[in-house]
């Protein structure tokens, strides 16, 4: 069966080749390893968005705005192309081919690359409205907020949808530091 490679332009997937290109740059990977791990993305991400459009509306906004000056966000593990490269350094590990330190690494590059990605590449902006606001939480320097009802509006692009429930994770885009970022505002 043949992958769509298109997934690899987005900002995610610009993120991961940016982070096995520092692996391959520093040899700690082989380039032939490189080539696997991006065609096992492309099959996973496939996979994991074609399920999604079986199951009832998703949608899930994360907005980024807070940097730590001595690590980056671990959150972006938690998206479909985060999810498919931890399964992805699994089967690395369990098939012998990297051992759990460089898959620690490969982590680790990973969460500073899509965070500066994220900081400098993205300059979309969406309107919302809500009808209501479900929980909120504001820990550690982040909001977290959960709504229902959410209506989206771009004024670019013709993206009006209304989505049943979304969760929004907000940080502080002030502090400087960040993968080398000195700031991040969305």
Not at 34 to 55: F, G, S, T
Not at 127 to 140: G, I, N
Not at 144 to 151: D, M, Q
Request: charged letters at 25%.
């Amino acid at each position: 069966m043949t992958y769509y490679q298109m997934y690899r332009n987005t900002t995610l997937g610009e993120a991961l080749q940016k982070t096995l290109d520092d692996l391959v740059n520093e040899q700690m990977i082989p380039p032939q390893l490189a080539l696997k791990v991006l065609a096992i993305y492309d099959k996973a991400i496939n996979k994991a968005l074609a399920q999604k459009a079986k199951n009832k509306m998703y949608f899930k906004a994360i907005v980024l705005l807070f940097r730590r000056a001595t690590m980056a966000y671990m959150m972006y593990r938690e998206t479909t192309l985060g999810s498919a490269l931890s399964r992805t350094l699994d089967e690395f590990i369990e098939e012998g081919l990297i051992t759990r330190p460089l898959a620690m690494k490969v982590l680790t590059t990973f969460d500073k690359n899509i965070n500066k990605a994220l900081a400098f590449r993205v300059k979309n902006k969406v309107q919302f409205k809500a009808d209501k606001l479900v929980t909120y939480r504001y820990c550690d320097n982040v909001w977290t907020f959960v709504i229902n009802g959410v209506e989206f509006r771009d004024v670019h692009r013709s993206i009006d949808r209304t989505v049943d429930r979304v969760k929004i994770v907000a940080c502080d885009g002030r502090a400087p530091g960040l993968a080398g970022t000195t700031s991040g505002t969305m």
